[in-house]
Nanobody, 127 residues
Framework: QVQLEESGGGLVQPGGSLRLSCLAS????????IAWFRQAPGKEREGVSC????????YYADSMEGRFTISRDNDKNTVHLQMNSLKPEDTAVYYC????????????????????WGQGTQVTVSS
């Protein structure tokens, strides 16, 4: 059973930073590409970033490129999302999920390609 848990959200001022974590406790993450998505109130779930199972390939949505960095530590069964230069429009609930087929990122446009969604972690960027 693929199940992930997100943590690390909070309230931060514009221009600030947060580091989100995605932890798997019941299975090994190393076989799966892991993606971060976010969902703001009244909006559809939006792809943020994806990292391959081996960690050698990463993808970012255009608006996050250069500000966000995804990484993974397979020994600790954890994926991180470092978010810098945060903007009010980054406010959302952030979720991580595992690719249904395995270790290759298949894009950020289709949340249905992923499973194991956790409860999410709230990120609020406000002064």
């Amino acid at each position: 059973q693929v199940q992930l848990e997100e943590s690390g959200g909070g309230l931060v001022q514009p221009g600030g930073s947060l580091r989100l974590s995605c932890l798997a406790s019941e299975f090994s993450l190393k076989y799966y590409a892991i993606a971060w998505f976010r969902q703001a109130p009244g909006k559809e779930r939006e792809g943020v970033s994806c990292i391959s199972g081996r960690g050698d390939t990463t993808y970012y949505a255009d608006s996050m490129e250069g500000r966000f960095t995804i990484s993974r530590d397979n020994d600790k069964n954890t994926v991180h999302l470092q978010m810098n230069s945060l903007k009010p429009e980054d406010t959302a609930v952030y979720y991580c999920a595992a690719d249904r087929l395995g270790g290759i990122c298949r894009g950020l446009a289709s949340p249905q390609l992923y499973n194991g969604w956790g409860q999410g972690t709230q990120v609020t960027v406000s002064s």
